[in-house]
């Protein structure tokens, strides 16, 4: 692979990582359902142009059928004067005006169906948008949780920009407060043992042992005298 083969392959890697990095789900989908809202937005607008057209071809077959009528009704008025020319006349306009109804009517028929069709559409994508906002909304909520866990995990682990030393400070501190234990138990081990002398104690060793003497006697005697309270031997 050539150098600027290799330079396209790494400049696409870092493109895609800040782009991946800059993409959030919430916004994504928000916008999509900005666009399902659009969209239903636009069905309803086509659905309302058409059902005007349906509603002008009814009012114009309404026209025609009266046209119809009337011209019937002068046929047979006509024919009552013993004028055939004008119920003739008459009957003609009454034939295009039926002629006009029956394709007003077709057209009405196809633009019923298109209606019909649009509105199963309509409720279709209104369904699905009501599905997708609910999917919506429980995705962000997850998202939103999933990211709140990682930054708490960040910190506890260490990972988080505030938090990453807490851990060593934490074991440090440990480790003295071990330390500085051990030191006062092994001092105090030495002390009892007489190897290291208590500065204000100014006893000798055999003085320190008598004293340990009567402070044991002086238990031993008040356990006794509560036994012989409590009645016991």
Do not use: C, W
Not at 188 to 210: F, H, M, Q, V, Y
Request: hydrophobic share 35%; no cysteine; aromatic share 2%.
């Amino acid at each position: 692979m050539s150098i600027l083969g290799r330079m396209a392959d790494l400049l696409q890697a870092k493109t895609h990582a800040l782009l991946d990095k800059m993409e959030d789900p919430n916004e994504l989908l928000d916008l999509s359902y900005e666009k399902m809202i659009s969209g239903l937005q636009e069905t309803k607008q086509h659905l309302a142009e058409v059902v005007t057209e349906q509603k002008m071809l009814e009012r114009q077959m309404d026209q025609a059928k009266q046209e119809a009528d009337h011209a019937q009704d002068n046929a047979r008025l006509a024919l009552q004067s013993s004028r055939e020319d004008l119920a003739r006349e008459a009957l003609s306009k009454r034939q295009a005006a039926l002629d006009k109804q029956q394709s007003l009517a077709k057209a009405h028929d196809n633009i019923t169906a298109q209606v019909e069709k649009l509105v199963g559409y309509q409720k279709t994508l209104e369904t699905r948008i009501e599905q997708f906002h609910t999917q919506k909304e429980v995705m962000k909520s997850s998202y939103t949780a999933a990211q709140a866990q990682v930054k708490v995990t960040e910190s506890l682990t260490g990972v988080g920009n505030r938090l990453g030393q807490v851990g060593d400070t934490l074991r440090r501190a440990e480790d003295k407060v071990s330390g500085a234990q051990a030191k006062a138990d092994a001092m105090d081990g030495l002390l009892k043992a007489g190897i290291l002398n208590d500065p204000l104690d100014r006893r000798s060793s055999t003085e320190k042992e008598l004293d340990d003497l009567r402070s044991h006697s002086a238990v031993d005697a008040e356990l006794e005298k509560l036994k012989a309270e409590l009645g016991k031997s």
